[in-house]
């Protein structure tokens, strides 16, 4: 038995993710920003054998506090992770800051796991064998440069989908950096674009106005199809030529130009570890 932790698992891929692992008779833990849809969520997932359990964290990745909180639940557990599944991800209509003053998509979307990933690296370093760190970016990191300048789009104009490229860009940047880091530590982070799903995430990406349910359901396809190529990545075989890469569906793919930019990844790391440290 494995365990694998995973944000925003109360709902989409990552709560498909989360029943398809569990049915396999893995432990997965499941870190989540509402108690009660946790619980909702915790309650579908397949009883383990032998009494052992499955658990909940409440964990705000839009909070730094709340991303430090969670992640000493998950420590105080006590289980080696096979894999941490960085999913979780918002997109709000507008303009919004959390309240540790960053645009929100960037927070939760990046800030947030950029923390948990590196407080939870004892727990991945603690597994027998190689770990993982999969990260769900998306194709649609391809697109202008990270801007360092202005991350939380105070001078420039917003947009939810140019914010969107951008925390999406970051998730690949952050996976080049971070495999770097653990490089010998038999860890494998990698960026995951998974498919284009029906998912709230894209009913925000299309509009979520009257009738972008219907189209969603037709443009996407079901998250459960999505779970087998996120649980494979969690519990599957090791690859350590996978570390850091880029992968579509499963498959190693290229990413954007910007995102293979190794001055960007170093740069936005050593950006990130300054904002993190509040």
Not at 56 to 71: H, P, Y
Not at 168 to 190: C, Q, W, Y
Not at 241 to 266: C, F, I, M, N, T
């Amino acid at each position: 038995m494995e365990t694998v932790a995973i944000t925003g698992a109360n709902r989409g891929i990552g709560l498909a993710a989360a029943e398809l692992l569990a049915s396999q008779g893995h432990r997965v833990v499941m870190i989540c920003r509402d108690r009660e849809r946790g619980r909702a969520a915790l309650a579908r997932l397949a009883p383990l054998p032998d009494g052992d359990e499955h658990h909940l964290v409440e964990a705000d990745l839009a909070s730094l506090a709340s991303v430090r909180e969670g992640a000493g639940q998950t420590l105080a557990l006590g289980h080696p992770l096979a894999a941490l599944v960085n999913n979780a991800a918002v997109l709000p209509k507008r303009h919004r800051v959390s309240r540790d003053g960053f645009e929100l998509q960037l927070a939760v979307t990046h800030l947030g796991h950029f923390l948990l990933t590196n407080l939870l690296l004892p727990l991945l370093g603690a597994y027998e064998g190689s770990s993982r760190v999969v990260t769900i970016s998306s194709a649609a990191h391809d697109g202008p440069a990270f801007d360092l300048s202005d991350p939380s789009f105070e001078r420039r104009r917003y947009g939810k989908l140019v914010a969107y490229q951008q925390s999406k860009l970051a998730n690949v940047l952050f996976t080049g950096a971070l495999a770097r880091r653990t490089s010998g530590d038999g860890i494998e982070p990698v960026a995951l674009h998974p498919g284009v799903y029906d998912t709230q995430l894209l009913r925000d990406y299309m509009g979520g106005g009257w009738g972008t349910g219907t189209v969603a359901r037709v443009l996407g396809n079901n998250p459960e199809k999505a779970a087998p190529i996120v649980a494979e990545l969690a519990v599957g075989r090791r690859d350590e030529a996978l570390a850091g890469a880029y992968l579509e569906q499963g498959k190693v793919s290229e990413p954007s130009v910007h995102a293979r930019d190794r001055a960007a990844q170093e740069a936005l790391w050593k950006w990130s570890e300054v904002a993190v440290r509040g």
